[in-house]
């Protein structure tokens, strides 16, 4: 099953029907939610700890008992960590489906990284998704989601690309590549440990510049080709399997977007800023790590040519709002302006170290997504708030929501942006993939651990720089 599918099984009005006792518990004070400890997939002192620092703490009650629900929910429900020819080996679902996304596994786990220091297990956890995933990307680069079986047959074997054993999915997609990096990168500059970073994981980081210049498609189109049998048209590709044409600039083609739906323009604008981030980051590594001076001065060549295109070819001029960063261009001139709710998105581009806050261009940007100028911002009678194409136009995606707070520096938008989500969770005590603008009990995906996490991000982020804003 995949995401959509998910979606339309569970429907809107299955999904307010499981709220059910949860929700007329919440009359009550904040009823018990939180998956009981005996289930718990992976337990860690130092994230109990964290949770009651931050609940006794904090004055606002109901954003502290979210806190406690959403925050280690990855380690209550997601992981399952073994230790496998003496290597740490953690595979990651991302809640309602059980497959590893090389993106959401790597977010999933992101926010713990801090804890590292304090918690030995809990490094020896993520070092194991680091080991997981430098298998999967030499499984295929251009897969975006993994079975821990390796040799099981997905349920997409009937797509038209070269599906593998082992892969769920293979739509392919610039930031899953760039998430594993993010998240070696991160790792290795929290921990210092080098251990996951043999000639394995060499040979594996080597794959993802190479896999960008054959989708940079300066030559040819490359090996990537993909297209099913489906009644949605952004589950497949059009042009035999290509997609849309694209004048060949040096940008990198990325034919899925992060929400897994298929891109209008080939150019995905917020990835290609993150696989700029991301190839630096790999350089560092390649250099200091495996003292391959030779790749990294070639990966920060690559990352060089990239930033350049689009310098030239990335920028969008709507009326009213000056020169802004256009979500998808396919270097013909023409440009898609909307933003996503999911990351990498134009709001996050601060979020991931692709450009400063104070960036005059993302400054822009910013005003047009989170303006009703961007067909998918929402503004309803529950809330306000980015959505995307993904679940259609009314949706609020929590995840922008929180994405727009970990990228503010007004106290005022952090502020609200809390506040929205505390008011929109329908009861439930976690976080959705999105809900309607009008009726949060109206929700996709009662389990999406992504959300949870990011959500238990954005919370320690204020309590840690403006523990005001959570009184």
């Given amino acids: 099953m995949n995401r959509r599918e998910f979606i339309r099984n569970t429907s809107l009005l299955a999904s307010t029907a499981m709220l059910g006792s949860v929700a007329r518990a919440g009359e009550s004070d904040f009823p018990v939610v939180r998956v009981a400890e005996a289930k718990r997939r992976f337990k860690s002192a130092v994230v109990e700890r964290t949770i009651e620092r931050v609940k006794s703490t904090i004055g606002n009650k109901e954003l502290g008992w979210m806190f406690e629900n959403c925050f280690p929910n990855t380690l209550d429900t997601t992981v399952d960590f073994e230790i496998v020819n003496g290597r740490p080996d953690t595979y990651v679902i991302t809640g309602d489906i059980d497959a590893m996304w090389l993106r959401d596994s790597s977010a999933q786990v992101w926010p713990y990284l801090p804890l590292t220091k304090e918690d030995e297990s809990l490094r020896q956890l993520i070092a194991g998704v680091i080991n997981r995933q430098t298998r999967c990307v030499l499984k295929d680069p251009y897969a975006n989601a993994f079975y821990k079986d390796e040799k099981k047959i997905s349920d997409w074997k009937s797509d038209l690309t070269d599906m593998k054993p082992g892969v769920h999915e293979r739509k392919w997609e610039v930031d899953s590549l760039c998430y594993t990096i993010r998240l070696a990168h991160g790792y290795w500059k929290t921990t210092g440990d080098t251990l996951p970073f043999d000639d394995k994981w060499r040979e594996a980081v080597l794959l993802i510049p190479k896999t960008f210049r054959e989708q940079q ?56 800023f993150f696989a700029v981030v991301s190839l ?56 898609y302006c909307i933003d996503d709710g999911n990351i990498p998105s134009l709001l996050s581009l601060p979020y991931l170290g692709a450009v400063k806050t104070q960036d005059k261009l993302y400054a822009n940007t910013r005003r047009y997504v989170l303006s009703t100028s961007n067909p998918y911002y929402c503004i309803g009678k529950a809330a306000e708030g980015p959505g995307g194409p993904h679940v259609g136009v009314d949706m609020i995606w929590p995840l922008g929501i929180i994405t727009r707070g970990l990228t503010s520096t007004d106290d005022k938008e952090i502020r609200a942006c809390l506040e929205t989500l505390r008011k929109t969770h329908a009861g439930t005590g976690f976080m959705h993939e999105a809900f309607h603008k009008d009726d949060p009990t109206k929700f996709t995906r009662s389990w999406f651990a992504w959300a949870n996490t990011i959500f238990g991000e954005l919370v320690l982020k204020t309590f840690q720089e403006r523990p005001h804003l959570l009184d």
């Fill in 217 to 272: 498609r300066k030559h040819d189109r490359g090996p990537y080709h993909f297209q099913r049998n489906t009644t949605t048209p952004t589950d497949s590709l059009p042009g035999r399997g290509y997609g849309n044409p694209a004048k060949p600039v040096g940008l990198i083609c990325s034919m899925f977007r992060p929400s897994d739906d298929a891109t209008v323009f080939p150019y995905l604008v917020p990835s290609n």
């Fill in 280 to 335: 630096r980051q790999a350089a560092d590594m390649l250099e200091q790590i495996q003292h391959d001076a030779t790749s990294a001065a070639d990966t920060r060549a690559l990352a060089n040519e990239v930033e350049a295109a689009l310098h030239q070819y990335a920028v969008a001029n709507p009326e009213g709002f000056g020169n802004i960063y256009p979500y998808e261009v396919d270097a013909y001139g023409d440009f």
